[in-house]
T-cell receptor
Framework: GAGVSQSPRYKVAKRGQDVALRCDPISGHVSLFWYQQALGQGPEFLTYFQNEAQLDKSGLPSDRFFAERPEGSVSTLKIQRTQQEDSAVYLC?????????????FGNGTRLTVT | GNSVTQMEGPVTLSEEAFLTINCTYTATGYPSLFWYVQYPGEGLQLLLKATKADDKGSNKGFEATYRKETTSFHLEKGSVQVSDSAVYFCALISTLGRLYFGRGTQLTVWP
């Protein structure tokens, strides 16, 4: 497909487990973002990559959250020792160039439920 | 700091009714403003944008005008359709490229 692909679509984790969420951006897209969307809220910024460089990780809520994009394409968001407050939809978005000058394309998200 | 305040929903309208969804913002500088839409089961999609004061963004019959004096970017449509039922998000982009979203407004249109 031509869009941003995220997997898994749904993830249920027991409290304390580690999870890994994958994002396949549109091919050739330089910028990649992760957002967290809690129920009934708008998406909130987590982190931003330009190619393989993580330029901004100020939105990551704790040191349990870690993101990487080692080859400048696929990205993984890892959450260690999940807590109930981590339950949310995690959205990935990519853009061809910098996000100020090219539109963001969002994936359908991964819905994480921590029990 | 940057923030977006959006009118709370849900909004329920009959087909062909007029729609307004209010959005105001707080920002440092003059950011670009956006409306995103999320249809059931789909990802967020850009609906329209405006990059400077008095710009009007428009798409699919929806319009929004960037009002610097009132720090607003209200979404309007003259005649809604059942297919417009979705969640609408107002957003601004910071100079660092991150989007700040409102809470979203659920719109339901009945035939």
């Amino acid at each position: 497909g031509a869009g941003v692909s995220q997997s898994p679509r749904y993830k249920v984790a027991k409290r304390g487990q580690d999870v890994a969420l994958r994002c396949d951006p549109i091919s050739g897209h330089v910028s990649l973002f992760w957002y967290q969307q809690a129920l009934g809220q708008g998406p909130e910024f987590l982190t931003y990559f330009q190619n393989e460089a993580q330029l901004d990780k100020s939105g990551l809520p704790s040191d349990r959250f870690f993101a990487e994009r080692p080859e400048g394409s696929v990205s993984t968001l890892k959450i260690q020792r999940t807590q109930q407050e981590d339950s949310a939809v995690y959205l990935c978005a990519s853009s061809l160039r910098d996000p100020y000058n090219s539109p963001l394309h969002f994936g359908n998200g991964t819905r994480l439920t921590v029990t | 700091g940057n923030s977006v305040t959006q009118m709370e929903g849900p909004v329920t309208l009959s087909e062909e009714a007029f729609l307004t969804i209010n959005c105001t913002y707080t920002a440092t500088g003059y950011p670009s403003l956006f409306w995103y839409v999320q249809y059931p089961g789909e990802g967020l999609q850009l609906l329209l944008k405006a990059t400077k004061a008095d710009d009007k963004g428009s798409n699919k019959g929806f319009e929004a005008t960037y009002r610097k004096e009132t720090t607003s970017f209200h979404l309007e449509k003259g005649s809604v359709q059942v297919s417009d039922s979705a969640v609408y998000f107002c957003a601004l982009i910071s100079t660092l490229g991150r989007l700040y979203f409102g809470r979203g407004t659920q719109l339901t249109v009945w035939p």
